[in-house]
């Protein structure tokens, strides 16, 4: 059951979209406020169009990944906030 768990703990974490925005080498959005979960969001509302294809497949991650990168999102917001506002001279 242990190791369970654990594999279903770094499965949800490397397919976490917070992560993969803010701290991934090439992000969709980069490092603003709840990017992680705009990108499930997107993701979800372009699965529904008829021509997505096996995107389809990827939605029931993005359902599932979508509380977890809203509250990961809320817990990197002061790192967040900050990274994305520009340098003030």
Do not use: Q
């Not at 594999?7 to 925005?21: F, I, K, P, R």
């Not at 096996?54 to 509250?71: E, G, K, T």
Request: proline share 8%; net charge negative; with cysteine.
């Amino acid at each position: 059951m242990k190791s369970f768990l654990g594999a279903l703990t770094v499965m949800l974490l490397t397919g976490c979209s917070t992560l993969s925005e803010t701290f991934g080498d090439r992000p969709m959005c980069g490092p603003h406020p709840y990017c992680g979960t705009s990108t499930d969001v997107e993701l979800i509302k372009a699965a529904t169009d008829e021509s997505a294809g096996v995107l389809r497949v990827l939605v029931p991650l993005a359902v599932i990944d979508l509380p977890f990168s809203l509250v990961a999102d809320t817990l990197f917001l002061p790192y967040t906030a900050f990274a994305s506002e520009p340098a003030r001279d």
